[in-house]
């Protein structure tokens, strides 16, 4: 369907909520082709269209995710097992999802009106009732009528790996299985906390 194209590659991409690793394509893609496979010469699969964006100005912008021989998902896959990818219960919603991949100095700049506090870190606008979020009590973003916040969660690392935004926290959750305990580091105000969890499925939840 298309190739990577490595020489402009964009491994954080600001649009979308992409992971990191992931390559801009050089084919024409448009909406549709999502999930697609990305095919080499030799006919292997090498990613999986992952996010595609229409711009007035430039055109259609196509990403891909790698797949590598090494990735011991795909063993899993040839042998029929069913994987399910894992979730904390917390969302980034409405005009929010613009934040979705702050750098340090923009969550500061960002944290001068919100009140953000002064380490960056991830923080959500909403938490899914039941989830493992809410079951270990994560507090998400409220603000007053002045868009100061009034509470609200900082996320500054994984299982002691430091992340500065949501679409970090995210990747990092990614990177475990459902059923396995994660350590974050919160920021609650002024407080560090330490917060377990416990990781679910996606299948797991209801709609």
Do not use: C, W
């Not at 009590?137 to 690392?157: F, H, M, Y």
């Amino acid at each position: 369907m298309g190739s990577p194209d490595r020489a402009g590659s964009q491994r954080r991409p600001r649009r979308g909520h992409l992971s990191p690793g992931t390559l801009q394509m050089s084919a024409p893609l448009v909406p549709g082709d999502s999930g697609g496979p990305i095919l080499n010469t030799r006919g292997e699969l090498t990613g999986i269209v992952s996010y595609i964006s229409i711009s007035r100005n430039s055109g259609p912008a196509s990403f891909a995710v790698p797949v590598t021989a090494s990735d011991a998902r795909l063993a899993d896959l040839r042998a029929g097992k069913k994987l399910d990818a894992p979730i904390i219960g917390i969302g980034l919603n409405g005009p929010f999802t613009t934040f979705l991949t702050l750098d340090a100095a923009d969550f500061r700049r960002l944290s001068d009106v919100l009140k953000l506090g002064d380490t960056p870190g991830a923080f959500f606008t909403s938490v899914v009732r039941g989830s493992p979020a809410d079951r270990a009590g994560l507090k998400p973003l409220e603000l007053d009528d002045q868009d100061r916040r009034v509470s609200g969660d900082i996320v500054t690392a994984v299982d002691g790996k430091r992340i500065i935004n949501f679409d970090e926290f995210q990747y990092a959750v990614r990177t475990y299985k459902p059923g396995d305990t994660i350590t974050l580091s919160v920021l609650r105000g002024d407080k560090p906390l330490t917060v377990k969890l416990t990781l679910i499925g996606r299948s797991q939840t209801t709609p």
